[in-house]
């Protein structure tokens, strides 16, 4: 064989190893970002629904007050 062909054989086999490691690599990256997102969607859940830091009722009550266009007033205010 040529010198050239061996370095050619060597290079396309180094590449495809560094491309199999690559794409494990993505794999996982891929699993990860799919078991964040899972989490994420629980603990989102967890918080609307469950009546922990935002409760559906708060929430619209802040929403109707922003279309009427009321302006918050403390209570110590006089008015």
Known sequence: MD???RLLIIVVIT???LLVIVGIQ???VI???R??????NSIL??????GGLIRPDKLTGIMEMLRK???LTSH???G
């Not at 078991?35 to 994420?40: A, E, G, P, Y």
Request: charged share 30%; no cysteine; net charge positive.
């Open 3 to 5: 010198s050239v062909q």
């Open 31 to 33: 699993l990860d970002l």
């Open 69 to 71: 266009n009321k302006k």
């Open 45 to 50: 859940e967890d918080a609307i629904l469950g």
């Open 35 to 40: 078991k964040s997102l899972k989490r994420l």
């Open 76 to 78: 110590g205010e006089s």
């Open 15 to 17: 590449l495809t190893v």
């Open 26 to 28: 993505v794999v996982f």
